[in-house]
């Protein structure tokens, strides 16, 4: 058994995450590990668990909340459902 890093459940389940820096996290639900790893929008402060938005290396839930705080404007779009001019 292996014990949540989040909320100290130690459980037979438990999983490994491991990331593109080379840590390793260990959790026992998704939800756990979305509530560490999930990066967090900088507009609204919700934790990012779809494809979100990231405009020069900052992380937005959508590009409403990406056109709030970054200067390209209507340039910056949802990849989800987009379609070509």
């Given at each position: 058994m292996?014990?949540c890093?989040?909320?100290?459940?130690?459980?037979?389940?438990?999983?490994?995450?491991?990331?593109?820096?080379?840590?390793?996290?260990?959790?026992d639900?998704?939800e756990c590990?979305?509530?560490?790893l999930?990066p967090?929008?900088?507009?609204?402060?919700?934790?990012?668990?779809?494809?979100?938005?990231?405009?020069?290396?900052?992380?937005f839930?959508?590009?409403?909340c990406?056109?709030?705080e970054?200067?390209q404007?209507?340039?910056?779009?949802?990849?989800?459902?987009?379609?070509?001019?």
């Amino acid at each position: 058994m292996a014990t949540c890093e989040v909320c100290g459940n130690d459980y037979w389940m438990a999983f490994e995450v491991r990331t593109v820096s080379g840590d390793v996290h260990t959790f026992d639900c998704f939800e756990c590990a979305a509530h560490k790893l999930a990066p967090i929008c900088e507009h609204c402060d919700v934790k990012i668990l779809g494809h979100g938005v990231e405009v020069a290396g900052r992380f937005f839930c959508c590009a409403h909340c990406a056109r709030h705080e970054e200067t390209q404007g209507a340039e910056i779009r949802d990849a989800v459902g987009a379609r070509p001019a």
